[in-house]
């Protein structure tokens, strides 16, 4: 009987991977069950290992929640038998590559995607680059602050005005960049059943930037204009941001002609919901300086609790905002079991936001210390059990 939450159970992976994209990646392969093999510099590894406090035991817990599932080694780049080892283990035993190092790296050592293929054409190699593989930025090193920076995330977020720009408090742009990476590859991988060819997967965290702002883009493309942010909300609809309770902040998201009806009455505004300014969605765009204030002051008179169980009960959708304590300890949160933990760790993780049949797959393993599977590239060799 084989098992249905481990569909990726006959895939080698190598990742060449460091920080955030091309680990998140290599998580999900892990956790769909492919046997992921981290690569690292032995002296020092992976950047992420240092990215705290907080760390649990001698590595930062970012480091663990990336790289839960994966067996590690270390290589020295600079050595040729080194070198040689891996590139034997990828030809060997690798269906997929990833790297995200700095351009130019892999080609001093010879070890580039033209020259595997060429030795290994069912081999599938997936790029994940800072500013993509061509035009003016193509060299220049990127992270996600960077990015989110320079393709207009955070150019619409924050509160505009004289406020300081803010970034998403998430790399959504790295762990986005690893989400595409892994959408390529299994795209690859489908196609290589069929041709038995492998493919050549690349994207970029600037690419990934520019596809998150998709929405921006087209209103700018329709318009003209250029979006401002507008601090919980949205350029688009209104009512649909956070509002200030007695006692809390909740969010409220009205995002039809219906529901903004339904907020009306349950806040008892009935000149509002009946005033013909409001009566759509683009009027209450246009009128949004004029009616968020009525809809704030009639919120401050309830506290988060009264408010959430008023709009529940109109069908107005809400939430309260939790903090990341709250959410971790949250009844759904635990219903749900994204969190877990490791084979004989008790540090929650979590996991992917996908299961099959009920069943949510998850990689077990803890994340690998440095080297600690340095004998996969010995001569008698092996899994790691």
Partial sequence: M????KPLRDVTVVELGHSVAAPYAGLILA????????????????????????????????????????????????????????????LAEADVVIQNL????????????????KEKPSLIWCDIGA?????????????????????????????????????????????????????????????????????????????????????PLAGFAASGETRRPHGSGTAEIVPYEAFETSDSWIMVAAGNDNLFRKLMVALDLPAEARDPDYATNAGRVVNRDRLVPVIAEAIRGYSGQQLGTLLDAAGVPNAPLLTVDQVAGHPQTLALGMLGTCDGDTLDLA???????????????????????????????????
């Fill in 351 to 385: 996991g992917i936001p996908i299961s099959f049949d009920g069943v949510r797959p998850r990689a077990t393993a803890p994340a690998p210390g440095l080297g600690e599977h340095d004998r996969l590239l010995s001569t008698d060799g092996g899994a790691v059990g």
């Fill in 102 to 117: 700095r351009p130019g790296i892999l080609e001093r050592f010879d070890l580039t995607c033209e020259r595997l293929r």
């Fill in 2 to 5: 084989t098992d249905g939450t």
């Fill in 131 to 215: 500013f993509g593989a061509t035009g003016p930025l193509r060299n220049k090193p990127g992270y996600d602050p960077l990015v989110q920076a320079s393709t207009g995330i955070m150019s619409v977020t924050g509160e505009g005005g004289d406020r300081p720009p803010v970034r998403v408090g998430v790399s959504l742009v790295d762990m986005g960049s690893g989400m595409w990476t892994v959408i390529g590859t299994l795209a690859a991988l489908i196609e290589r059943q069929r041709s038995g060819e492998g493919r050549r997967v690349s994207t970029s965290l600037y690419e990934t930037g520019l596809a998150w702002m998709t929405v």
């Fill in 31 to 90: 956790d769909l069950g492919a046997r992921v093999v981290k690569v690292e510099n032995p002296k020092g590894g992976d950047y992420a290992r240092g990215w705290g406090p907080p760390f649990w035991g001698d590595t930062s817990s970012s480091f663990h929640s990336l790289n839960r599932g994966k067996e590690g080694i270390g290589i020295d780049f600079t050595d040729q038998q080194d070198v040689a080892r891996l590139t034997d283990f990828i």
